[in-house]
């Protein structure tokens, strides 16, 4: 009976750790939800009510826009038409600009740079900036490949833009 008790309560708590993890963003750059997680990813390519964009800036720097259809107050964990997390990361030359709304995440592979989320919170608008480096060593407009998490069950992963 104690063999039992014990191990209903070991699975208990390994559940919890798993709803409960990463309300801070990514714990890494090549970190998925694919990894150990219970749910498999959407099949659809595009996130239902978000639009995903990237724009050049006359500077030429970078806007990737996460925005979704509805506004929602900051203190919200979740409501429906929004998203609660985000990585986003390139191996384009150049460096993310940090602002108050994301973190950028340290990368083990020096060409790997990337960004998430810092709370889990309803986001219905998130702006994130790259800045290229300069001299001509682009020649094409920098990849970006996107994780987006709309809740527990429903994330999509390897969005292109």
């Keep these: 009976m104690n063999n039992l008790l014990a191990a209903i309560l070991s699975m208990m708590v390994m559940m919890m750790k798993t709803i409960t993890s990463h309300p801070t963003?990514?714990?890494g750059c090549d970190y998925s939800p694919t990894?150990?997680?219970q749910f498999a990813p959407q099949s659809s390519s595009d996130p239902h009510n978000v639009i995903i964009s990237k724009t050049e800036l006359e500077d030429g720097r970078w806007?990737?826009?996460l925005q979704s259809d509805i506004e929602c107050p900051l203190e919200t964990t979740f409501i429906e038409n929004t998203f609660v997390g985000f990585l986003?990361?390139?191996e384009s030359r150049g460096h993310f600009q940090p602002l108050p709304d994301y973190k950028v995440l340290e990368c083990d592979n020096w060409r790997t740079k990337a960004v998430t989320h810092k709370e889990r919170r309803a986001k219905a608008n998130?702006?994130?900036v790259f800045?290229?480096?300069g001299g001509g060593y682009e020649t094409t407009d920098p990849e970006f490949t996107i994780i987006l998490v709309k809740e527990y069950e429903r994330f999509w992963v390897d969005i292109k833009i």
Excluded: A
């Design 25 to 27: 963003g990514s714990p």
């Design 35 to 37: 990894h150990g997680h």
């Design 63 to 65: 806007w990737i826009l």
């Design 88 to 90: 986003v990361k390139t």
């Design 126 to 128: 998130m702006g994130i």
């Design 131 to 133: 800045v290229p480096i």
